[in-house]
């Protein structure tokens, strides 16, 4: 069983950044995939970024492509989302999450096996 616990969320202002982290326990011996969802209430949960388990071939969606940039740290069990240029339509709640059965990254949510419990990030204008 792995477990994941965001940290980094928070209120900032339009333009600003943000780095939330993940940092994965238990079965952290096994290679995984990684993502980063967001989600919105009353709307679907909705892909951000993933990576491999070497930290090659990230993957985003198209509204952060070329803002957000996803990395992870294997040896301190982390991973990573460095936010810039943020809007106020980034403003959600993100997940950290693990797909179990893969080394290459995945953006459907029915592929991850493992959440986080969410971190806010709320962006003013």
């Known amino acids: 069983q792995v477990q994941l616990v965001e940290s980094g969320g928070g209120l900032v202002q339009a333009g600003g950044s943000l780095r939330l982290s993940c940092a994965a326990s238990g079965g952290t011996g096994s290679r995984f995939a990684m993502g980063w969802f967001r989600q919105v209430p009353g709307k679907e949960r909705e892909f951000v970024a993933a990576?491999?388990?070497?930290?090659?071939?990230?993957l985003y969606g198209d509204s952060v492509r070329g803002r957000f940039t996803i990395f992870r740290d294997n040896g301190k069990n982390t991973l990573f989302l460095q936010m810039n240029s943020l809007v106020p339509e980034d403003t959600a709640i993100y997940y950290c999450?693990?797909?179990?059965?893969?080394?290459?990254?995945?953006?459907?949510?029915?592929?991850?096996?493992?959440w986080g419990q969410g971190t806010q990030v709320t962006v003013s204008s």
């Open positions: 990576v491999s388990w070497s930290g090659e071939t990230p």
């Open positions: 999450a693990a797909d179990r059965d893969r080394v290459l990254p995945s953006r459907y949510v029915s592929l991850y096996d493992y």
